[in-house]
Nanobody, 125 residues
Framework: QVQLVESGGGLVQSGGSLTLPCAAS????????MGWFRQAPGKERNFVAA????????YFADSVKGRFTISRDNAKNTVYLQMNSLKPEDTAVYYC??????????????????WGKGTLVTVSS
């Protein structure tokens, strides 16, 4: 089992920045890929960004490319989503997820094995 806890969400103005940490515990050593997904009200959950646990490979959705970065601190078993130039359309609940197989790249929602409870990001115009 892998437990994931996101934090860092909140209210930010358009153009602002936020960093979302995701701390992994339990069998974190088994994780191959970490991903961030988001779900806006009334919409499906969508992929945002992913990184291999080694950090060698990263991947971003087109909608956030150039604005978001993903990084990890293996010593802390923590992955970070740095979000810059935020837009109102980035408003969503952001979920951290872990894939222990790493067989699909970039990962899809259904490829992820463990999920955090999510953290709400609201971007005001």
């Amino acid at each position: 089992q892998v437990q994931l806890v996101e934090s860092g969400g909140g209210l930010v103005q358009s153009g602002g920045s936020l960093t979302l940490p995701c701390a992994a515990s339990g069998r974190a050593f088994s994780v191959k890929v970490m991903g961030w997904f988001r779900q806006a009200p009334g919409k499906e959950r969508n992929f945002v960004a992913a990184t291999t646990w080694s950090g060698v490979n990263t991947y971003f959705a087109d909608s956030v490319k150039g604005r978001f970065t993903i990084s990890r601190d293996n010593a802390k078993n923590t992955v970070y989503l740095q979000m810059n130039s935020l837009k109102p359309e980035d408003t969503a609940v952001y979920y951290c997820a872990a894939d222990v197989n790493g067989s699909v790249w970039p990962p899809r929602t259904n490829d992820m094995d463990y999920w955090g409870k999510g953290t709400l990001v609201t971007v005001s115009s």
